[in-house]
T-cell receptor
């Protein structure tokens, strides 16, 4: 089956620093990657959609200057949380889809901002 | 707008059958997905329906009625490891997934 990895699996950082999260599709080419955020006991909320080689499309209410997304290749997308604050602490999950359009999810990254 | 409803919690007994319902009202429809999510982990794909009817995959089956905006996930021969959150998600015409809040299923022995 399709495998998507994320790195790191968890990260703790100080307020004001930036954190980069990587999402990789390991055995297929992901034409589209999605970034979600999930707060405790809540469902996944889509943050942005990115297609390889083009700018990401952000959902309403998501600051594009704060959450920088790069999708430079068909197997890698990165999310950078800039100047992180405690309210950015959350579970960040990426998903990738290729030809089948089914989204396969990465294992998630738990971000804690102190 | 987008609205997806599913029960918050359900409890069932090991070995039994449980049905988790999902109703949706979305601006576009290009398929309905069910995912399983264990606490602290990412969702795992379970099933996909785009046409009306029942899709069966082992102990899991999923049903869709597009005219009623309704789907259900049926889990048979419940096992303790099935305790998890089950997410119903509708894909809109633009390939985005809109998730329901999830149903927490507790399987008791």
């Amino acid at each position: 089956g399709a495998v998507v990895s994320q790195h790191p699996s968890w990260v703790i950082c100080k307020s004001g620093t930036s954190v980069k999260i990587e999402c990789r599709s390991l055995d297929f080419q992901a034409t589209t990657m999605f970034w979600y955020r999930q707060f405790p006991k809540q469902s996944l909320m889509l943050m942005a959609t990115s297609n390889e080689g083009s700018k990401a499309t952000y959902e309403q209410g998501v600051e594009k200057d704060k959450f920088l997304i790069n999708h430079a290749s068909l197997t890698l997308s990165t999310l950078t949380v800039t100047s992180a604050h405690p309210e950015d602490s959350s579970f960040y999950i990426c998903s990738a889809s290729g030809r089948s359009d089914t989204q396969y999810f990465g294992p998630g990254t738990r971000l804690t901002v102190l | 707008g987008q609205n997806i409803d599913q029960p918050t919690e359900m409890t069932a007994t090991e070995g039994a059958i449980v049905q988790i319902n999902c109703t949706y009202q979305t601006s576009g429809f290009n398929g309905l997905f069910w995912y399983q999510q264990h606490a602290g982990e990412a969702p795992t794909f379970l099933s996909y329906n785009v046409l009306d009817g029942l899709e069966e995959k082992g102990r899991f089956s999923s049903f869709l009625s597009r005219s009623k905006g309704y789907s259900y996930l049926l889990l048979k021969e419940l096992q303790m490891k099935d305790s998890a959150s089950y997410l119903c998600a509708v894909r809109d015409n633009g390939n985005k997934l809109v998730f329901g809040a999830g149903t927490i299923l507790r399987v008791k022995s």
